[in-house]
């Protein structure tokens, strides 16, 4: 029995159907039926990555260990989907779990995966060495439990993101947590936001002085806001648009000052209706909303905005949520009671640095920090066990790639504490320099140069043990490094930045990582810094070491370590880390030719193409891959005696077709048969342009013949006839799909193919 049996009715239907049809579109990738630039953006956009595969070994940042492909098991060729297994990112809107949810992520972890969770710096999780062809059970199983890998990846709005204690923080305007949720159901699957060039990323913060969602680094960014008029508080949000880190960080730009809580989804379709409208969608590398805010100027964009989202159709969605707002809130498990206990040493140690006391009087937030973003299936599992006693389904993961138990009762904190302790998750440090984020580097990422991972290991281990014996200037400091340049470690808005690079040394290659100060983590990642020179990744520790010793040498009063490094000059600290640049020749030293974490002589010949977002592919081409999907599954349908689902499966495989031809010329087509058909019949057939040298309009004919019946047929020979007339019609509509693109030459329709009153006299 599979799992789409057992499942039954616990997933949700349209979520079910989704599945069913990349599933089947797995199955005609595997016959050859779908290209392979449209198969590619499909399985992005449900999450499945292709990954690195260094030579049949990876570095966890401990050492270089076995690579444990599942049972399935097909380990040749390293750089496609099919012979390797490869990683599964799972949206988790603003990081909220439930007890259910990680029960279930450890479980999917533990069967399809190498028992790793992974939490992403977007509040997602990731599962690695994952098998393209358990993706679908992954995913029902999934959905059973109310979670979706739609859209997790791909040219699309990824996940949406907030600040993990909105809603029981003591700086907060008011929690953004409910408009978190409601954009993402509002643009998840949206039509209007399936033709981007790159993906658009979304966060909400409740306070604007703290780092909660990063706004400043974000395609949309909203921070709560409230005004008062005519005696009567109003909440919105201070908006901005067009930020966004990579190689090339741009700051978001300020859009509205105050834009009201009713405009916030018809502003997001607006936005993305003129991103797919005037977005590059050639040039992948100028293909987000930063880029086309620069070519406008804000001033442009705003104004295309306003005037998009006065012309669109209302939409009950864009207010609706709000009607439940009064009654929006985390209730707690139990009654909050002060903490009385003082607990031992290691719970007095781990509490001054993860634990943060809510605004609701006796409850606490407790961190679970986890090294490298990483917990086993079994710590997972555990930890929901421990969430079911203290909390219930208040969890949610966070941007720097932990895990936090909201509305903790204080006076639980130490047995909560010992709990912890027993997983292996009582790790002190939450919020400090040691609570490193970085990617995932060399390890898994095709683009990695050097190893981030084997890096940040290496940092906590060394700051752990002298945590209480820094200044608390420089514990409150933040690490974030990337294995390359793309910023996905987030190393452009920490204190200290770090990023891969490599250099040529005396024959030999040998990994650097480059220097980035200047960036600021608070203030929503107020400020990016910039990259002041390479030096040796095995030398990173004494990068640490130097800088912050003289922070606290030279800082003056309360000076922030941004304001310090403004004040003594960029200048001033490359000259200070000079003599760090120094490589040893190889035969003096062989330590500086390897990375850490790996003992193997340095190399980046395993680099592949990055699969950050797919190729641009057009809404024709992903209507045509949707078509066939549905054809194969009319197919199964029909083999298992179920004529009139297997006619209805083919009928709208023609119907997504045609659709799919019209939006070449009208994208805003709607999925109604009826202006489907009457389109295409004005568009193509009365045009001829759809007719072609060999059958005319012929296959259109089925098209129409079909419409005008308005039952499914019950008989299996009428069934199998529609089925074999919908892959014609399919085929024809590729052919006319390619004439259309100039990749097949045009040509008049042949007299014998037309009907006698429309041949030439």
Not at 32 to 41: M, Q, W, Y
Not at 383 to 409: C, H, K, P, Y
Not at 512 to 537: D, R, S, T
Not at 720 to 744: N, S
């Amino acid at each position: 029995m599979t799992w789409k049996d057992l499942l039954g009715e616990r997933v949700p239907t349209a979520l079910g159907r989704e599945i069913d049809t990349y599933e089947n579109q797995i199955a005609l990738k595997r016959l050859g039926k779908i290209d392979d630039k449209v198969f590619a953006e499909t399985r992005l956009r449900r999450g499945a990555y292709g990954q690195r595969y260094d030579n049949g070994q990876r570095n966890d940042g401990t050492g270089v260990k076995p690579l444990p492909f599942p049972s399935n098991g097909q380990t040749k060729g390293p750089d496609t989907i099919w012979d390797a297994p490869g990683m599964q990112r799972i949206k988790i809107p603003f990081g909220g779990l439930t007890t259910a949810q990680m029960d279930t992520l450890a479980d999917l972890a533990e069967e399809y995966s190498d028992g790793v969770c992974h939490i992403t710096t977007r509040q997602d999780v990731q599962l690695h060495y994952v098998h393209i062809d358990d993706t679908p059970s992954l995913m029902r199983r999934l959905a059973a439990v109310g979670i979706t890998t739609r859209e997790a990846c791909g040219n699309t709005v990824r996940n949406v993101t907030a600040c993990p204690i909105a809603g029981v923080c003591r700086d907060e305007t008011f929690d953004v947590t409910p408009y978190a949720l409601a954009s993402m159901r509002f643009l998840l699957g949206h039509p209007d936001a399936q033709d981007f060039g790159r993906k658009f990323k979304v966060a909400f913060s409740g306070c604007r002085d703290h780092a909660c969602g990063l706004v400043n680094m974000h395609d949309f960014g909203a921070i709560a806001v409230t005004r008062t008029t005519d005696g009567v508080e109003q909440r919105g949000f201070e908006v901005y648009i067009g930020g966004g880190l990579g190689a090339v960080p741009h700051e978001a730009k300020p859009f509205e000052s105050f834009m009201s809580e009713e405009e916030i989804l018809p502003t997001l379709q607006a936005i993305s209706r003129v991103f797919a409208r005037l977005g590059e969608k050639r040039n992948r590398a100028r293909a987000r909303v930063k880029f086309l805010v620069a070519q406008l100027g804000v001033n442009e964009f705003r104004r295309l905005v306003r005037e998009e989202r006065d012309s669109l159709a209302a939409d009950e969605r864009w207010t609706a949520y709000l009607n439940e707002l009064p009654r929006y809130g985390e209730q707690a498990l139990k009654t909050g009671r002060p903490l009385e206990d003082a607990g031992s040493s290691a719970y007095q140690t781990w509490s001054r640095t993860n634990v943060y006391r809510q605004r609701q009087p006796g409850y606490a937030v407790a961190t679970v920090s986890l090294p490298l973003g990483d917990l086993s299936s079994g710590q997972l599992r555990g930890l929901a066990d421990v969430a079911r006693r203290f909390v219930g389904d208040t969890v949610r993961a966070t941007v720097e790639q932990n895990i936090v138990l909201r509305w903790v009762r204080e006076s639980d904190l130490p047995a909560l504490h010992s709990e912890l302790e027993a997983l292996g998750l009582a790790r002190p440090g939450a919020a400090t320099i040691a609570d490193i984020t970085a990617c995932p580097g060399t390890d898994t990422c095709k683009l990695g140069i050097a190893s981030s991972r084997g890096l940040a290991a290496e940092l906590e281990r060394q700051l752990a043990k002298q945590i209480d014996a820094l200044e608390p200037a420089v514990r409150e400091l933040r690490i974030k490094i990337s294995g390359c340049f793309n910023s996905c470690g987030q190393h452009h808005i920490s204190d200290l930045g770090f990023y891969g690079v490599s250099r040529h040394v005396g024959g030999h290659v040998v990994p650097h990582f480059q220097v980035v100060l200047g960036g600021k983590w608070v203030e929503n990642g107020g400020a990016y810094g910039l990259a002041i020179g390479a030096i040796p990744a095995k030398k990173i520790p004494d990068v640490v070491r130097r800088i912050t010793g003289r922070f606290v040498e030279e800082r003056r009063g309360s000076e922030s370590f941004y304001d310090f490094t403004i004040r003594i000059g960029k200048r001033a600290l490359r000259e200070m880390l000079e003599d760090l640049t120094t490589v040893p020749p190889h035969e003096v030293d062989t330590a500086y030719y390897s990375d850490w974490g790996d003992p193997r002589e340095f190399g980046i010949g395993d680099m592949g193409i990055g699969e950050c977002a797919g190729e641009v592919v057009s809404l024709t081409e992903f209507d045509l891959a949707g078509a066939e999907s549905q054809v194969f599954e009319a197919q199964l349908q029909l083999e298992e005696g179920d004529f009139g689902h297997a006619d209805t499966l083919a009928y709208g495989a023609m119907l997504q077709a045609a659709k799919g031809l019209i939006k070449t010329e009208f994208v805003d087509i709607s999925d109604d048969p009826d202006q489907i058909v009457s389109e295409f019949r004005t568009r193509f057939f009365d045009s001829k342009v759809f007719f072609d040298r060999f059958a005319g309009g012929k296959f259109a004919q089925y098209l129409f013949r079909r419409h005008a019946r308005s039952d499914p047929s019950d008989d299996a020979s009428a069934t199998r006839r529609l089925i074999e007339e919908a892959q014609l019609f399919l085929e024809a509509t590729h052919a006319c799909q390619a004439r259309l693109a100039g990749q097949l030459p045009a040509a008049p329709p042949p007299t014998s193919a037309l009907p006698p009153t429309e041949r030439p006299s």
